[in-house]
């Protein structure tokens, strides 16, 4: 029997990089991935395994830590986003190199917002990283991608689930993996000891400090207004997620709890790989059992 699917990747920040891990337990459970569309860092991922170069990019994502994320971070003081996104596009490009969609070896496509439009755009042909670049370009934190006369941001903004732009062959399994979902968190991955959890914190608190000083006044209530707007864009693509499972029901969804991880937690990324394969295996279980 063959175990053809068609996969989704959702939105999701770090939380993102579980879609490594669900990839990998799905291809060890036989799968074979005739097609690929993702927003936000799943078409990051998703490009990344369109390549062929997805072991590649975990290997280096696992090595990453806090400095090395700050390091890549190239903070601006622009009205259009703190961050810039230049330096770690192109160390991305000396690990998954630059490409055109069309000449991928499978079916891809990212999907972001003409910002200026409000409208959907999906990338299927044409550069790689312009496509990834617009997709990953999260309001109020990475400047907009501009093509052209158009700007872009985040996919996930109108479209954070993909199904419906996925290319899927007759006898294809629809797979969606979500990691914005509403399920509780398991407590499996373990928590780190107290002197990595003060390590991480004396980071986090330098990000905190570099934000502060790119926002006018430097008020603490400025500061609320900036992760007050994080919130309410997450909150609008949970909605718009459960949305498009109600409307598009997959034939395997695997869920990662919003709760599992920061969307920020760029550093961790062995632990929330990890977290994708089990949530793959809880899935394929779950499978099994109703079958």
Known sequence: MEKNIALVLSSGGARGYAHIGAIKVLERHGYTITSIAGTSMGAMVGGAYATGRLAAFEHWLVSLDIREVLRLTDFSISPKGFVKGIKIIEKIKEIVPECFIEDLRIPYCAVATDIIKGEESVFEEGSLYDAIRASISIPTVFQPQKIGEHYYVDGGIINPIPVNRVKRNKGDLLVVVDVNSPVPRQNRVGIPDNKEHEDHQEQINLIHSKINKLIPGKKAEEL?????????????????????????QPDLLINISIESFNAYDFYKAKEIIREGELATLDALNQLVTVT
């Open 224 to 248: 609320s207004i900036f992760n007050l707007s994080n919130k309410s864009i997450a909150t609008m693509i949970r909605k718009i997620s459960e949305l498009t499972l109600e409307k598009h």
